[in-house]
């Protein structure tokens, strides 16, 4: 095994197993992501992740979301499809005043901020940013990766917190699911998943990782087959292999600007946050949904995270996909052109203000 990879992986798992005797919530993917910041900072070792080790995370938790979409559960979710919209539509709305807010008080130009403000995909925000002259990649990149991090540690605060009195799901610990119980189910929905990937990677959809297997396994469970729940110990193993990868990508010495833009991503961050913590409320009081599931649905993290700390809070795991995929594919298909064309009219109201 290479060096560096080696010394890599073992600063994440140290940081696992420490945040997990420290019964920290979600313990394996902060412990990683924080261990990993931390050391690659220190080392003189450059350390290095290869991209198919979170690629591997990913997948594992899209078979565990995609085990969740049971007929009753696709039927309640596009019976609240309106209402997604509506909450997405807000969702996006808040992201970009709040972004004119911060770049008036800051002083950073404003395309540069919304893009780093808006709660899409890394890599799709990142690609949009390429395309626009004038934007500053490594401020939107920080931006992106420091409000992840920041949901990634603040929501299981919040949500394991007494704020939303949420406890740890009680079915998972009472039927632990065992290895001898994977086979031979799982090769089943191993082909689909991998299915799932290409289909996806052919039509260019967002996170085919983490789409693919979701589509292939709900395919299978609406249909009527039922796949086998993973071990604890690889559900672990995947928090692993998608905490390193995120605590990799803080590179904050790049930043020529680093006070500025580390209070600009703290304050986006937050005000995100704020916003989805109001904007739960109101699905709470509409839908009757626990407090976990209302928080997780709406907050502004990656899928792959938010479907992490669902299954450990006993939240509705198709409920918060559901809001989590739609505001994906919202994002990912309607946002983009949607900035452009803001762009566009700010450059021209640009020169008269």
């Not at 420490?18 to 920290?24: G, P, R, W, Y």
């Not at 904007?279 to 502004?300: E, K, N, R, V």
């Amino acid at each position: 095994m290479n060096k560096n990879l080696l010394i890599t992986f073992l600063t994440a798992l140290l940081g696992a197993v420490s945040f997990s005797l420290l019964h920290i919530p979600v313990a394996f993917s902060l412990g990683a992501l924080t261990a990993v910041m931390i050391g690659s900072r220190l080392s003189r070792i450059p350390f290095y992740w290869p991209a198919g080790f979170r690629d591997s995370g990913i997948i594992i938790v899209g078979y565990s979301i995609g085990l969740s979409f049971t007929q009753e559960a696709v039927l309640l979710i596009l019976q609240k499809l309106p209402f997604i919209l509506l909450v997405t539509v807000c969702m996006v709305l808040f992201s970009a005043l709040s972004a004119l807010l911060i770049a008036k008080l800051m002083g950073i130009d404003y395309p540069t901020v919304l893009i780093g403000s808006i709660p899409g995909g890394l890599s799709q925000m990142i690609l949009l940013a390429e395309e626009v002259k004038g934007i500053d990649i490594t401020v939107v990149t920080f931006m992106q990766v420091a409000r992840l991090t920041m949901i990634i540690f603040i929501i299981p605060i919040l949500v394991f917190g007494p704020w939303l009195n949420v406890s740890s799901g009680p079915g998972f610990e009472a039927a632990e699911p065992l290895w001898g119980d994977l086979f031979p189910g799982i090769i089943l929905f191993v082909f689909v998943s991998f299915a799932g990937i290409i289909l996806s990677k052919r039509l260019k959809l967002p996170t085919p990782y983490l789409l693919g297997p979701i589509m292939g396994t709900a395919v299978l469970v609406i249909s009527g087959i039922n796949g086998p729940e993973l071990p604890p110990a690889v559900l672990d193993l995947s928090q692993l292999l998608i905490g390193a990868h995120i605590g990799l990508m803080m590179k904050p010495e790049k930043l020529a600007n680093k006070f500025k833009t580390i209070s600009l991503a703290a304050l986006s961050g937050l005000l995100l946050i704020t916003g989805s913590v109001l904007l739960s409320f109101m699905i709470m009081h509409f839908f009757h949904l626990s407090p976990a599931t209302s928080f997780l649905s709406l907050a502004p993290g990656g899928m792959d995270q938010m479907a992490i700390i669902a299954h450990e809070t006993g939240a509705d795991l198709a409920i918060v996909t559901g809001y989590q995929l739609f505001r994906l594919f919202f994002i990912f298909f309607v946002v983009p052109p949607f900035l452009k064309w803001i762009f566009v009219k700010f450059k021209k109201l640009a020169p008269s203000s």
